[in-house]
């Protein structure tokens, strides 16, 4: 039996497939790609000759689109929106986990407050409280309208 996948050590931002064999792999028309392309959903790289080369990150960025798309229903300025959150939340949530690891851990000593640590600097933080709402007629003041009907 032959194997047409052999798993590479490539990165996933390795542009490795053409326009329709990632077509094939998201289960959608080449000519569907090029739309998302034109609309900046998604940018292949482009060989020599210029022919669209589509890397493994590219083919689930194409898998997030369709699930927004078909399962979501989502329109296609929404889904850039989502898309580019998403990738800022992850791209955030990698610094945080980055912070995280670098920071030194003491396993001897209870964890300390915000304000023990020697560099700490208070932070004032100012609350509004949200206005009282006055009324703008009182009865005692004022006529009651008189309404317009007869009767």
Known sequence: MPVYFV???ASADEPMFVISVAARLV???PQTLRYYERAGLV???????????????DIERLRKIAR???DL???LAGV?????LTEKVESLQNILHAHQ?????NDDADLESETDAPDATPVKIQVRRPRAKTQTRTTETQKPKRSNRNG
Do not use: C, F, W
């Open 7 to 9: 798993e590479s050590t």
């Open 27 to 29: 289960e959608m028309h």
């Open 43 to 57: 940018k292949p790289k482009r060989s020599r000759g210029s022919i669209r080369l589509y890397s493994q990150h």
């Open 68 to 70: 927004l798309v078909d």
């Open 73 to 75: 229903g989502v329109n």
């Open 80 to 84: 850039e929106v989502i898309l580019n």
């Open 101 to 105: 690891i670098a920071m030194p851990q």
